[in-house]
């Protein structure tokens, strides 16, 4: 009587934690994704060739090319 | 570094970061919808740290908007104390936006890219680095005097202990301090939380038993006085626009030298009389293209300013032995070492008054 005193509080804990494992969705999940817009920026700006595709030159330099010295 | 590797995103799962996670056109604005370039880029911000960062990092950013590294308040309040004209639409305050308002950083400048002051670019992808990057990030603004020093590039000039020996990097020591201090401050040393020798080097000051040169010289003399080795002096700066209209500035080329002056900041935190001085770029004629005499109090600041060259050795020249310093008169500055223009301003800072041979 007494050992199933002990088992049956411990088999109802166990049967509680298996259902609210399966059930709760909240605790457990996927790491959250980026959104799309996120995506559409990273995809080009992760893919060299369509970079250097669209790469537009470089402005001029604004230092002149009167300046010496070090600065 | 080509144009298209400055926004180079190598790490497409930076998507996933937690700063990714916050979309890319939060911070730098565009049309992420646009199917073309253009489209997408109208409007982008491509350092958007003034608004974005302060979103979610308020407790830093709010001190570093004291920050010299984005203030300059240590450029503007010498040159006001030099009686210049700071007021915006003056003939000074025009040079100053053409030649040294650039000369800043951003939160983004320190912790994403390469400054934009030596050309900008992702230091490594768009993944925000806590601690900026020695080479691309300090060493891109301060290389040619403490880059230079610190890594040994001055011909003759051994690199600094604490790179040859312990590879530290600048963020080692300089850390929270860069963010600036919740007072403000004047000039670099007018914080209370930048770093000193003794932070480290605790033991000096504890125990001076073995040392009679640390008995006799530690309150007197400040660290690198003892222990630098010749640093980079720049002289005769002077700015103007070219016939294009772009800036420019014309200098001397530097001088290795070194010289022992009287401190001219001296403080409970520096209270030495005797420090190491670096000669600054300025000269009375610094802003002459934009008007006369722009700097009408020329003289009540030492073109010889407060030193603390990053080439530091345990043994250098001058503590070779007590003599070695006491009676080499040619690493004091003296009326002789400064241009006559400049002695004036400089002379809180001569050395007037010299050590006696001790014969040892």
């Keep these: 009587m007494k050992r199933l005193a002990l088992v049956l509080p411990a088999l109802v804990l166990f049967v509680a934690l298996a259902v609210l494992g399966c059930t709760n969705k909240g605790l457990v999940g996927p790491t959250p994704r980026a959104d799309d817009t996120v995506v559409s920026c990273v995809t080009c700006h992760s893919d060299k060739a369509t970079l250097q595709e669209v790469a537009s030159p470089e402005p001029e330099a604004t230092t002149s090319a009167e300046t010496t010295g070090e600065g | 570094m080509e144009v298209w590797e400055k926004v180079f995103v190598d790490d497409a799962e930076f998507a996933y970061s937690t700063h990714g996670e916050v979309g890319c056109v939060i911070c730098h604005g565009g049309d992420s919808a646009a199917a073309d370039k253009d489209t997408a880029h109208a409007g982008v911000v491509s350092d958007p740290s003034d608004v974005s960062c302060i979103t979610c990092h308020s407790d830093v950013a709010h001190v570093n908007d004291l920050s010299l590294h984005t203030n300059l308040t240590g450029m503007i309040s ?7 004209d700071m007021s915006e639409g003056s003939e000074l305050y025009t040079a100053f936006q053409n030649h040294c308002s650039s000369c800043h950083t951003t939160c983004g400048q320190c912790h994403v890219s390469r400054p934009e002051e030596s050309g900008s670019g992702l230091v490594s992808g768009h993944e925000f680095r806590q601690t900026p990057s020695m080479q691309y990030n300090c060493i891109a603004c301060h290389g040619s005097r403490i880059g230079d020093e610190y890594l040994g590039q001055n011909e003759g000039q051994p690199a600094d202990v604490h790179w040859t020996q312990e590879t530290m990097l600048c963020t080692d020591c300089h850390s929270v301090a860069l963010h600036g201090s919740s007072t403000g401050a004047t000039n670099r040393y007018d914080n209370p939380a930048v770093i000193q020798c003794e932070d480290c080097h605790a033991d000096v000051l504890a125990d001076t038993s073995d040392n009679p040169q640390h008995e006799q010289h530690l309150d007197d003399l400040s660290c690198q006085v003892c222990h630098a080795v010749a640093y980079k002096n720049c002289y005769s700066c002077h700015i103007a626009l070219d016939e294009e209209g772009q800036p420019c500035r014309v200098s ?47 003289d009540a600041v030492s073109t010889w300013k407060y030193a603390t060259p990053h080439n530091i050795q345990l043994d250098t020249p001058q503590n070779a032995s007590c003599d070695a310093c006491h009676t080499d008169i040619g690493i004091f500055l003296t009326e002789d070492d400064i241009r006559p223009e400049e002695r004036a301003a400089n002379e809180g800072v001569i050395i007037t008054e010299f050590p006696e041979p001790v014969g040892e």
């Excluded at chain 2, 010498?78 to 210049?84: C, K, N, V």
């Excluded at chain 2, 401190?263 to 293209?289: K, M, W």
């Design chain 2, 252 to 298: 001397e080329p530097s001088v290795i030298q070194f010289e022992i002056g009287y401190n001219p900041i001296q403080s409970a935190e520096r209270p030495y009389d005797f420090v190491v001085l670096r000669h600054v770029p300025t000269c009375t004629g610094t802003c002459d293209y934009y008007g006369t005499n722009l700097l009408p109090d020329f």
């Design chain 2, 78 to 84: 010498a040159l006001e104390a030099r009686g210049g």
